[in-house]
């Protein structure tokens, strides 16, 4: 079946750093997005991952390893805006459904 | 970037009665939008897939007659909540696919019946 894990809530201090990581079991794999959201919002693109190893975009990273089923999000440098649940998805195949993870919300304390 | 236009983007309405949200694809031509539900604290469920000129696949558990949605051109998805209920309150939002770096989302509509 499908399915992808990550972690329901994780807390952190500003300015610090905190990994939120993604572990996937999917029939097919054209690649791993990061989504942010917050409440009441649509969700914002942060990465997109298709080959194994680390994609840098400023204050943000991500990981990949295909063989491990495994991604992570970095977020560096961590500021009160960054609270919000972060949002881990697959897309399986030619069809570009996504497939979701219930998100991590993440909450940023002073 | 590309753009989905999603409206309203809050509606309240009573028990009974149907609402409508569109989804309009403002820079670009989308052969598919996905409607996805979202409950607080909750990932988004996908509901279904438009496809332009076809019928929409939904996925399972999702009611076809209560939901429906119309792909009537290449650049607009509508879906109606038909008799809605309470329990249909939640936020409702649509994407084009990934065209490989990001999906577009629209705004989403927060709908509530009393």
């Known amino acids: 079946g499908q399915n992808i894990d990550q972690p329901t809530e994780m807390t952190a201090t500003e300015g610090a750093i905190v990994q939120i990581n993604c572990t996937y079991q999917?029939?097919?794999?054209?690649?791993l997005f990061w989504y942010q959201q917050h409440a009441g919002e649509a969700p914002t693109f942060l990465s997109y991952?298709?080959l194994d190893g680390l994609e840098e975009k400023g204050r943000f990273s991500s990981f990949l390893s295909r063989s491990k089923g495994y991604s992570y999000l970095l977020l560096k440098e961590l500021q009160m805006k960054d609270s919000a649940s972060y949002l881990c998805?697959?897309?399986?195949?030619?069809?570009?459904?996504?497939?979701w993870g219930l998100g991590t919300s993440l909450a940023v304390n002073p | 970037g590309a753009v989905v236009s999603q409206h309203p983007s809050w509606v309240i309405c009573k028990s009974g009665t149907s609402v409508k949200i569109e989804c309009r694809s403002l820079?670009?031509?989308?052969?598919?939008m996905f409607w996805y539900r979202q409950f607080p604290k909750q990932s988004l469920m996908l509901m279904a897939t438009?496809?332009?000129?076809?019928?929409?696949?939904?996925e399972q558990g999702v009611e076809k007659d209560k939901f429906l949605i119309n792909h009537a051109s290449l650049t607009l998805s509508t879906l109606t909540v038909t008799s809605a209920h309470p329990e249909d309150s939640s936020f409702y939002i649509c994407?084009?696919?990934?065209?490989?770096?990001?999906?577009?989302f629209g705004q989403g509509t927060r709908l509530t019946v009393v």
């Open positions: 820079d670009f031509q989308a052969t598919t």
């Open positions: 999917t029939s097919g794999f054209n690649g």
């Open positions: 991952n298709v």
């Open positions: 994407s084009a696919p990934p065209t490989g770096f990001e999906a577009f």
């Open positions: 998805a697959v897309s399986d195949g030619n069809n570009r459904k996504l497939i």
């Open positions: 438009s496809n332009e000129g076809s019928k929409a696949t939904y």
